[in-house]
């Protein structure tokens, strides 16, 4: 868990049984990104943003192993990483979506540009994978849903802009579900050459910025006043 406050924060790891502190890691205080646990270069590692930064830090002893720069105004970082094969993908402000990989050089690991795309830039949501293809949404262009090539960063398709404020991404079998704040679900074939919904739903009538949960056949959804339990039709 990342624990703390603004300017003073510890990532910090807990037994789970007993609750004792394990170690902790204070390079920077929280964002509101979550962790992402993999290995990379050989390293077990949590793999976050923090207030400022984006941060590789060792699982087994929370010693920092790398990171990177991205200060963003009033200090949100609300994205999450994404992992893809041997290379986690970011979205830093001001330059876009990119993704690195880790080498190592002596006892450090270095973060490597592999690709970037500055055309697109998320803010408060993290993309999604469908297999090599990465769904998201940026705030540019009024907001404006895209789909890219998580190996090289290449556009497959995006929509037309002012499609909402801010949305939730979810993946499941074949499908892309994306929920705007303005309470309209579209759903596409993950696999779809252009941004063309195979079915489009208003869910409520008041904002939806809540993450949307799929139990089989049924999707919950949380507006302004109420949580329903809606099926697909």
Known sequence: MHVGGHDKGA??????????????????????????????????????????????????????????????????NSVSPVVYKDLVIFSIYERGIGAIRLSKSGDRLVPQE???????????????????????????????????????????????????????????????FFLNDEAKLFVLNSDAASFAPVKEYQVASSPTWAHPVLLGSRILVKDKTSLAALTFQ
């Open 114 to 176: 592999v690709w970037r795309n500055t055309a697109y830039e998320s803010y408060m949501n993290t993309p999604v994978l469908a297999g090599n293809r990465l769904a998201g949404f940026s705030y540019k262009k009024k907001g404006q849903f895209f789909c890219l090539d998580a190996n090289t960063g290449k556009l497959l398709w995006e929509s037309a802009g002012r499609m909402g404020e801010n949305v939730a991404i979810l993946s499941a079998g074949n499908l892309f």
């Open 11 to 76: 990532l910090t790891a807990f037994d789970i049984e007993m609750g004792a502190v394990k170690w902790a890691n204070a390079e920077d205080g929280p964002a509101y990104s979550s962790p992402v646990l993999t290995t990379m270069a050989g390293e077990p590692q949590l793999v976050t943003y923090t207030q400022s930064n984006v941060v590789g830090i060792s699982a087994t002893t929370g010693k920092l192993l790398w990171k990177m720069a991205n200060k963003v105004p009033y200090d949100v």
